[in-house]
């Protein structure tokens, strides 16, 4: 007789013991031909794999083609839409062979160290995708806002016939991605570039078009701020998708009430609790739960077992389950595991009322005003950058630190880091991480300043805004002082972050 019995559906061999007590378990793997219905599915999975290898290698060559056209079209007609719609092609081949690299990566097999193999590359490949993306919006918005002040006429014939090149490329391109794109958050980042970017070239063709009859040179840069809301709204779709993968979060669409009673009716099947669900990849879902059952022989349970997995395979798209037999409910059966089943000395509420205690603690005030008030600070120091990167650039010039090809790009880049970084810091999010870089750039300006000063040039420091007044060795002080108080404000937050996290552990 037995009580506890585990079942893994991915791994051959068997072991069995005996026993009334709840210390003795049994932990029982299907033969492989009689494992989970995933096996059945693996030849098509493999062969999805295979031929979104060789789609994106050919999507691969098309954006590199594209955007060398695009760019030598749009600087001899002048056209800011075709750039951007350049630029993001380039940003795409640079994504796409993330893509590529990551595919190749998750398709290695699983080894001690990483027991569910390399496929969540593909989720980093995904975020990482994501960020390019944001920076080549960065850029598309400083050209836009520029052309905008200082409109140029356009050659319009010209970029209506490169446009076109890039619409039978990136519509061909999205053609060979379209029928992945369902199984893996990879390939469909992929997809949703050459999505953005036939429908952006389509939009530019229009423009173009336009401009053949009427002389409204302002239309190719309100498309270019339209096409950059577009890619915008993709990048969050995937990153909302892969921030949940990379948590652990249920997979949309799985409901675990419903798994539970649809498990609860399959007989045999006394009850199911301590359920969790999770995604490996964007395309492989993992589950594990208890499962009571009355008290029989450890070979017994294995063709409800097997009956099992092939309900959450076939009704649920759960392929990888774990199953866990006991014929008592342990931790009062809850759906969700609060608690291990081997018990605590302290009931399930202590370790939450501790932390509500911790969460409201006096001592952690000072830190939470101080956290918001640099939160904002960054905010507000960004807000001016990021509207006037003309002003920015001129004053980072000013440093004469700076290399010349490298000043635009950091006019626009450093505004909305501070701005992410304030948000973060308001919000709470990733505090250690958003602390450190938030002392490093404090640091680093705090250094700039002070260099220059030891130098004897008298700068505008443009840490929130741009001055009228000429800088001063008296202003250069007033520098040093405001932002070496704002680095020790931000010390301090990063040394209380490290004290509570060993205090934690």
Partial sequence: MFRHSDYDSCSPGSRAGGGDGHSSSADTKGNPADNHGAQVDQPHHVAVENRSGSRL???LALNLIIPAVEVAGGVYAHSTALISDAIHNLGDFTAIL????????????????NTFGYRRAEIIAAVLNVLLLVG??????????????????VSAYLVVWVASIGVLGNGFSAWLLHRDSRHSLNVRGAFLHMLGDLLTSIAVILSGLILIFKPWYWLDPL?????????????WSILKEASSILMNATPPGLDVQEVKGTLEQIPGVIGVHYIHAWNVSSSSIAFSCHVVVSDQPVSKTEP??????????????????VLQFETAECGGGSVLCKMSCGGSKNPPHTSVTLKRDRLWDWRTL????????????FVYASLYKIVSPEAFAETIYNYQIV??????????????????LGAFLILGVWLPGSILLSTLLLATFFGLILFNFVRGLDIDCGCFKTSDEVPSSVSMVWYLIRNGALL??????????LLRRRTNE
């Fill in 403 to 420: 290399p010349g090809g490298l000043i635009n790009l950091t006019a626009i880049i450093l505004p909305w880091l501070e701005l992410v």
């Fill in 304 to 321: 409800l077992a097997e009956e099992i997995r092939n309900v959450l395979l076939h009704r649920f798209g759960i392929d990888h389950p």
């Fill in 136 to 153: 080549a919006c960065a850029f598309i918005v400083y050209k836009a806002v520029s052309r905008l002040q200082h409109p140029e006429v």
């Fill in 223 to 235: 498309l270019s701020l339209l096409i950059v809301l577009f890619i915008l709204k993709n990048c």
């Fill in 488 to 497: 020790l404000l931000v010390i301090y937050l990063f040394s209380h972050t």
């Fill in 98 to 113: 993330i893509a590529y690299l990551a595919h190749r990566i998750g398709q290695k097999e699983a080894s001690v160290r």
């Fill in 57 to 59: 290698l050919v999507t």
């Fill in 366 to 377: 000072p830190f939470l005003v101080l956290r918001l008030l640099m939160g904002s600070v």
